[in-house]
């Protein structure tokens, strides 16, 4: 199977707890805090192990609370490859309301980077590709980092043989569609904010996902519906993949989950359609895990089953 490489520049601890109800001025007694690594590359990363596939994880890391995040996530991936940066690794907070089943996440800001910084970060990435690896950049970038940054490393990628997977919003989400990828994996609004189209209609979203793989955006085009689904897109067609009726827990790390199951079936050598459905399998199991928990391998494959019943 060729390698994976996940790319995170703006990882974030991730605390999760629980409280009865959230109110103002007053001091909520919450539940255990959870702790864990996150960040969308890094999540990519963890999900495919659990999968049983393997990822190497490059991921920013600084400060105290980058010291703790490395040491959790080593303890848990075994390609865990750290980029030292003088900024401090930011914190997230999930809190569930257990009185309404409501989630309340609130993200904090991540470090301001050098461009020193992400110039070594994108040696880095260089170092890690081969011919024909696929290499995910997912998530926000940090400020100083500019918006072209995933393009640029699917420029590195093209030059070295290799498949660059984007996750990524606004600006960095255009960049990278003029440079040209292999794959983009937006949600309605984010594909809304690019293409700047009416995209209400089921087959107005299916033009505009053609357009792209036509216009050599992206090779493939993934494009999330939530409880509705996927629809994917490829120079064979668009077709849509429909998803299995879940209790939510918890929507943190859905597209995560989403986007390891359909690299890493497609690196396995997988068709689009299988890839498709195991992907969204994968966002549906997320979904039943609580807090930051990242999706659990036997609930993939069961739901995954399901959708081909």
């Known amino acids: 199977m060729p390698s994976i490489v996940t790319l995170t520049m703006n990882p974030a601890l991730d605390l999760s707890t629980s409280v009865d109800k959230v109110v ?44 703790v995040y490395q040491g959790l996530l080593e303890a848990e991936l075994d390609g865990a490859l750290p980029i030292a ?4 690794t930011r914190q997230s907070l999930n809190v569930s309301e257990t009185s309404t089943g409501e989630e309340y996440r609130f993200v904090l800001k991540g470090p301001q ?15 890690c590709l081969s011919d024909g690896a696929y ?7 940090p400020e100083g980092v500019p918006d072209d940054f995933p393009a640029r490393v699917a420029r590195l990628a093209k030059e070295a043989g290799a498949r660059c997977v984007v996750d990524a919003s ?61 629809l994917f897109a490829s120079a064979d067609g668009v077709f849509h993949m429909a998803a299995p009726a879940v209790e939510t827990r918890s929507a943190v790390g859905a597209g ?3 986007v390891a199951a359909l690299v890493l079936r497609l690196a396995d050598g997988r068709s689009l359609p299988d890839a498709a459905r195991y992907a969204v399998a994968a966002g549906a199991a997320a ?12 609930d993939v494959e069961r739901l995954y089953h399901e959708l081909g019943a």
């Open 24 to 67: 103002s001025k007053h001091k909520l007694r919450c539940a255990g805090a959870r702790f864990d690594p996150g960040g969308g590359g890094v999540n990519v990363a963890r999900v495919i192990q659990r999968l049983g596939g393997q990822a190497s994880a490059l991921y920013a890391v600084g400060g105290p609370l980058g010291e």
């Open 85 to 88: 940066i003088e900024g401090n």
């Open 113 to 127: 980077w050098r461009e020193e910084e992400w110039r070594g970060a994108l040696e880095s990435v260089e170092e």
């Open 135 to 141: 290499v995910v950049v997912s998530g926000s970038l």
């Open 170 to 230: 606004g600006a960095a989400l255009e960049e990278a569609l003029q440079e040209g990828v292999f794959l983009i994996k937006p949600n309605l609004r984010e594909l809304t904010d690019v293409t700047g189209a009416e995209l209400d209609s089921r087959e107005q979203q299916k033009d505009a996902l053609r357009r792209i793989v036509e216009d050599g955006g992206s090779v493939l085009v993934a494009l999330s519906l939530g409880a509705d689904g996927a």
């Open 256 to 258: 995560d989950s989403f």
């Open 287 to 298: 979904l039943l895990s609580e807090g930051t928990e990242m999706c659990r391998a036997e």
